[in-house]
């Protein structure tokens, strides 16, 4: 599923190729970068924002992030009815 929607570039970027940065799971959106830090490191606690190492936005490897714990965020949204 996600091999699908990426290209790995030469320097280990795994760059997310769909227009829409999120994955619909059930009635709830996640945020690509969240959901691959979530299934190859750890739960990532809602309102914590991930920040790229390789600076690149739709970067995804889990090895380029680190999770900025002074920031807060919303990573996790639902559609409206």
């Known amino acids: 599923m996600l091999e699908d929607r990426i290209e790995i570039t030469k320097n ?8 829409a940065f999120a994955i619909r799971i059930g009635s709830t959106f996640i ?10 490191v750890e739960d990532l606690p809602t309102g914590l924002k991930i920040e790229k190492t390789c600076r690149r936005k739709r970067c995804i490897n889990p090895e380029h992030m680190r999770v900025d ?3 807060k965020t919303i990573g ?3 559609p409206k009815s």
């Open 69 to 71: 714990k002074r920031v």
């Open 12 to 19: 280990g970027c795994w760059i997310w190729k769909d227009q």
């Open 76 to 78: 996790i949204f639902r």
């Open 31 to 40: 945020a690509a970068d969240r959901l691959t830090y979530a299934l190859y």
